[in-house]
């Protein structure tokens, strides 16, 4: 490909060159950080650029391959299989209850359920409190899975601000700041990106603080932060591992 040396097409190059030397095909972070100056710079390669460069290499045998969508590693994108193979209880009956315990329903397995959900519950809504006549619909606020409980209510008890967040792995140029890192989070692969403020234990586990309350936020999600003056800079990430209300 041509270009001047300082060009993102070189750098590429020069990165599949080194893959091309490994086998199999590896590329370690010293070396990309090396060709390319920073993460910053390591982390805006356009796609069809790459996609190029990979249908060059002789020893690539995935350069075909379509792009993974989804759970690309559960066969058929069935992941609720997945699960009642490692986890056999997650598809023992149980109670679906109100938020005040009350039983209003049966489910077949709680792996069929996840926090923030509408469809598929199987009870109905419940009457409106706004409007007489009307139902308003129940959401999964939380699952329970030792008691096999999962609790419904509406979608004003999904909203949260609080978030515990472990296995932080900060990529920032500078320390988490004691003070707090003001940045941008997304919780969900297709969601925009939400301001917050990221504070660290000292450790590897914190917690975030949103500005504003995010409905559907369930634990064992990612975490993703990005700058708040460049929404291409990704500065790390962690997994939720609890939500409150701040």
């Not at 990165?15 to 100056?37: H, N």
């Not at 391959?65 to 066969?75: G, L, M």
């Not at 008890?157 to 997304?186: H, T």
Request: with cysteine; glycine share 12%.
């Amino acid at each position: 490909m041509k270009g001047d040396v300082g060009s993102s097409e070189a750098k590429v190059a020069e990165l599949f060159r080194v893959a091309r030397q490994k086998s199999p095909c590896v590329v370690f972070l010293d070396e990309i950080q090396a060709i390319f100056g920073n993460r910053e710079n390591s982390g805006r390669l356009g796609t069809s650029m790459i996609a190029q460069l990979m249908m060059e290499m002789d020893n690539l045998n995935v350069k075909n391959k379509p792009d993974s969508q989804d759970i690309c590693f559960v066969p058929n994108g069935k992941y609720a299989d997945i699960v009642k193979r490692l986890r056999p209880d997650a598809v023992d009956p149980g109670e679906i209850v109100d938020m005040d315990g009350s039983v209003i329903g049966k489910h077949d397995g709680i792996v069929n359920f996840t926090v923030g959900q509408r469809k598929g519950l199987g009870i109905g809504g419940r009457s409106s409190l706004v409007e007489p006549g009307a139902t308003d619909p129940l959401y999964v606020v939380a699952v329970n899975p030792v008691e096999r409980r999962v609790v419904v209510g509406p979608r004003s008890a999904l909203g949260r601000n609080l978030l515990k967040v472990s296995e932080i792995n900060w990529l920032g140029d500078n320390p988490i700041s004691s003070s707090g890192e003001k940045l941008m989070i997304k919780l969900r692969s297709t969601q925009e990106p939400i301001s917050g403020t990221l504070f660290s234990d000292g450790s590897d586990n914190g917690k975030v603080v949103l500005d504003e309350l995010e409905f559907g936020v369930a634990i064992g999600q990612a975490a993703v932060f990005y700058s708040r003056d460049d929404s291409a800079r990704v500065l790390g990430g962690g997994w939720m591992i609890e939500t409150s209300l701040h």
